[in-house]
Nanobody, 125 residues
Framework: QVQLVESGGGSVQPGGSLRLSCAASGFFLANYAIGWFRQAPGKEREGISCNSNTDGNTYLVDSVKGRFSISRDTAKNTVYLQMNSLKPEDTAIYYC??????????????????WGQGTQVTVSS
C-alpha cells in the first residue's frame, strides 16, 4: 500500500522541541522532494519547508528559519522535521507531502504526489 504516515506530534510548552516523522511505504522517498505543510485553526494550509532529493538542500519559510530543520533516513524511508524553540503560533496540524522538486520552500506537486494524514502539534503553556 502506497502511503505517507506522519507521527511525533503532541503538546509542548513554548520553547520546547518536537521531531515529526514522515514514513513512506510502497515507494522510495529518496526519489522525491519532501515538503512540510501546516494548517492552523481557522487558517489555510501553508507550506513551510521543502527538502530537495537532488542536492539535499532544505528551504524554509521565514517564520521557521533558524528553528526548524529537515533530515532524511534513507534506510528507514523516513523524513524528519525537527522543530525547536516552538512558539504558540506554531500550533497546527502538520502534513508531509512528496513533490517533484523544491520551488523555494514549496514542493512542486502534481496530482500523482502523496500526502500524509497529518499530526497535531500544540504549543501552549
Amino acid at each position: 500500500q502506497v502511503q505517507l504516515v506522519e507521527s511525533g506530534g503532541g503538546s509542548v510548552q513554548p520553547g520546547g522541541s518536537l521531531r515529526l516523522s514522515c514514513a513512506a511505504s510502497g515507494f522510495f522517498l529518496a526519489n522525491y522532494a519532501i515538503g512540510w505543510f501546516r494548517q492552523a485553526p481557522g487558517k489555510e494550509r501553508e507550506g513551510i519547508s521543502c527538502n530537495s532529493n537532488t542536492d539535499g538542500n532544505t528551504y524554509l519559510v521565514d517564520s521557521v528559519k533558524g528553528r526548524f530543520s529537515i533530515s532524511r533516513d534513507t534506510a528507514k524511508n523516513t523524513v524528519y522535521l525537527q522543530m525547536n524553540s516552538l512558539k504558540p503560533e506554531d500550533t497546527a496540524i502538520y502534513y508531509c507531502a512528496t513533490g517533484y522538486y523544491c520551488s523555494g520552500y514549496l514542493p512542486y506537486m502534481t496530482k500523482r504526489d502523496y500526502w500524509g494524514q497529518g499530526t497535531q502539534v500544540t504549543v501552549s503553556s
